[in-house]
């Protein structure tokens, strides 16, 4: 999380906006902000329309009716050049009838979209920064309906709009708190929780992230309001602004996720043509006081000497032992390295090891990106042949084989395959998975091959017979097939394509408890890892 504020030092009781009134026109002198949103509105995206769920007004420039119009204009493709075009086709900036909007919606699955209106020239990434923080803040204050939690994953719930609908007046205090006369001002959750709400009682509710987090800490007697005013006062405004003072758990736990998404395209011979990989470290942090962390990667620019690959740093003690420490030894190159707010990048810079004092619950620590295809593997060599057997008969083979360790396992590998739209009958068969005939979608123009596990080293086949409606049968835009890449989906716990690993976690505390430490690692398909077809 990154708490954000008025850029270049400059506070919203500091800055005034002056006008002046040159022959009658309404002259602007140059505007000295660059960090002022004019209003903050929620949507829901519906069949029949985008309807608003909430709309704070911050400085009274911008009418709900100016933000309605654009979202039913623009992102509802109604007019000019986006008419009949997709929310997703719509840059994220706008300027419509001189006022700039930016926008996004919520993570896969969410049907919320977020849209700030802004009459100055403001820094848009911030913007979109501090959209995506409340995104992920309304999602942790308000689940909708039962946590499905995975083995690796810190979140899995999806932001919906009647969960919003149902905690309309939080809403309205997330954004009142968010931000002070169109200023970003606190995006912490901690921070939120002081001066929004009391801790919740939790008996009869579903517990998400958020009360997960107020459920472990030890009850402590509350102090006076005036107290407790200044104590959230002090988290928003203190040197360490993500972390509040006198935290304490019953038990100390550290957990470290590094999650790495793989994007390709393959050959049909199971070369890659390009790819790309989308790595972050997610933390969730249970530790009681003001803890100091300290973590040493692998990563190419922590190594003593870069050019000398025998080089090893002297922070790397015995030999390692677990399948997920054995590349440990190894140089990674990783690209547009972005840090979280509480690391201290003076000391990376001088020893090369990350330093901070953690927030209090989940928050990611980094991510980077690997476009390079030579500092990377790919988990799985696919092949694929289609090839026609006559006039309404062809025959489709995958080959799939795991490139990782055999002390390793995937789960949920599926295969997507394309179908010709004249097809009317597919018989399968493989020597390992799944092919249920329920696995053909038609009206999709799809089948799928699934392997629930499938251990490193190991190799199955698939082959499909598809028949065919004549092809005099068909017009003359639907008897050419141009087969579509195959498409893969898969999780490997504790293997990282890109030889991420995590080579030391220490935590110190004045109080000296030794925490409880996790650290585990998961690679998975991005929005785009496909296989070509040959035929």
């Not at 820094?123 to 308000?142: G, P, R, S, Y």
């Not at 690796?152 to 002070?180: F, P, T």
């Not at 972050?280 to 690959?309: A, T």
Request: charged share 25%.
């Amino acid at each position: 999380a990154i708490t954000l504020a008025a850029s270049r030092g400059v506070t919203a009781s500091a800055v005034t906006r002056n006008r002046s009134e040159e022959n009658g026109t309404g002259t602007e002198r140059e505007r000295t902000t660059a960090m002022t949103i004019s209003c903050i509105a929620l949507y829901a995206a519906e069949a029949k329309g985008n309807k608003v769920i909430a709309f704070k007004d911050y400085r009274r420039e911008v009418q709900a009716r100016q933000v309605q119009r654009f979202v039913d204009d623009i992102l509802g493709g109604k007019r000019n050049s986006f008419k009949g075009a997709k929310a997703q086709e719509v840059p994220p900036l706008v300027n419509y009838d001189d006022v700039s909007y930016v926008w996004k919606k919520g993570d896969k699955g969410s049907n919320v979209i977020a849209v700030a209106a802004t009459r100055w020239d403001s820094n848009v990434l911030a913007i979109q920064e501090m959209l995506h923080q409340l995104l992920d803040l309304l999602k942790m204050f308000c689940p909708s309906g039962n946590i499905v939690s995975t083995t690796l994953a810190l979140s899995s719930d999806v932001l919906k709009a009647d969960a919003l609908r149902q905690k309309q007046a939080l809403v309205l205090s997330i954004l009142e708190e968010m931000a002070d006369s169109g200023y970003p001002q606190v995006t912490q959750i901690e921070s939120l929780c002081e001066l929004i709400i009391d801790t919740p009682t939790l008996e009869g509710k579903t517990v998400n992230a958020l009360d997960a987090l107020l459920r472990r800490r030890k009850k402590e007697p509350s102090g006076s309001q005036e107290d407790q005013s200044k104590s959230a006062t002090l988290d928003v405004t203190g040197a360490v602004p993500w972390r509040k003072p006198g935290i304490v758990y019953k038990k100390n736990e550290v957990y470290l996720d590094a999650i790495e998404k793989v994007s390709a395209l393959v050959g049909y011979d199971g070369t890659m043509i390009s790819g790309s990989v989308q790595g972050s470290i997610q933390m969730k942090v249970y530790l009681s006081g003001m803890p100091e962390c300290k973590i040493g990667l692998n990563e190419k620019f922590m190594m003593e000497s870069e050019n000398d690959n025998k080089m090893i740093s002297t922070a790397m003690e015995g030999r390692p032992t677990s399948t997920a420490q054995k590349a440990c030894r190894s140089q990674v190159a990783l690209d547009y390295i972005k840090f979280h707010q509480a690391v201290k990048l003076q000391n990376y810079e001088s020893d090369h090891q990350v330093h901070f004092v953690p927030p209090d619950g989940e928050f990611e620590l980094l991510s980077y990106n690997v476009s390079d295809t030579k500092n990377f593997t790919l988990p799985f060599t696919v092949t694929s042949n289609y090839k026609s057997l006559g006039r309404t008969r062809a025959e489709m083979n995958v080959k799939l084989k795991a490139e990782f360790p055999s002390s390793l396992v995937a789960f949920q590998v599926i295969a997507w395959m394309p179908l010709p739209k004249s097809t009317v009958k597919v018989n399968m068969n493989a020597t390992g998975g799944k092919t249920k005939s329920k696995y053909v979608e038609l009206d999709k123009n799809q089948m799928h091959w699934k392997l629930s596990e499938l251990r490193g080293g190991k190799e199955h086949k698939f082959k499909a017979v598809i028949e065919m409606m004549a092809a005099t049968e068909l017009k003359g835009s639907d008897r050419e097939w141009e087969k579509p890449p195959i498409r893969l989906t898969f999780q490997v716990p504790m293997f990282t394509a890109t030889g991420l690993r995590i080579r030391f976690l220490k935590v110190h505390e004045k109080s000296g408890y030794q925490p409880v430490k996790w650290v585990r690692y998961l690679t998975t398909a991005g929005d785009d890892y496909e296989v070509r077809i040959q035929g």
